[in-house]
């Protein structure tokens, strides 16, 4: 079974940084696909960043050039984090990680695993 654990959110002004870790609880994830999903209130989960086991990375279009997903694979396992630079109001929402061993890309119902979320929230 697949655990994924989120940490890193919180509460930051406009135009600040954070960073988001996502670990695996009981099984390694490094031939795995993983990605950043978000999901604002009121609004569908929409994809953030994806990060394929190959190497192979992708951004949302609003989050290009500010956002960063990296993972991080010593110790035979992997942790994904999400670096958000110069964040904007329009970034608060819930952020959640998944998995996939063979599946990736922009729609949620291509990850079997998921994480619980963790709350950012951006104030003027």
């Known amino acids: 079974q697949v655990r994924l654990v989120e940490s890193g959110g919180g509460l930051l002004q406009a135009g600040g940084s954070l960073r988001l870790s996502c670990g695996p609880s009981?099984?390694?994830?490094?031939?795995?696909?993983m990605a950043w999903f978000r999901q604002a209130p009121g609004k569908e989960r929409e994809f953030v960043a994806s990060s394929s086991w190959g190497g192979g990375i992708g951004y949302a279009d609003s989050v290009a050039g500010r956002f960063t997903i990296s993972r991080d694979n010593a110790f035979n396992t992997s942790t994904l984090y999400l670096q958000m630079n110069n964040v904007k109001l329009e970034d608060t929402a819930v952020y959640y990680c998944a998995a996939d061993r063979l599946r990736i890309g922009a729609l949620p119902v291509l990850y079997d695993h998921w994480g619980q979320g963790t709350q950012v929230t951006v104030f003027l």
């Open positions: 009981g099984r390694t994830l490094t031939r795995y696909n």
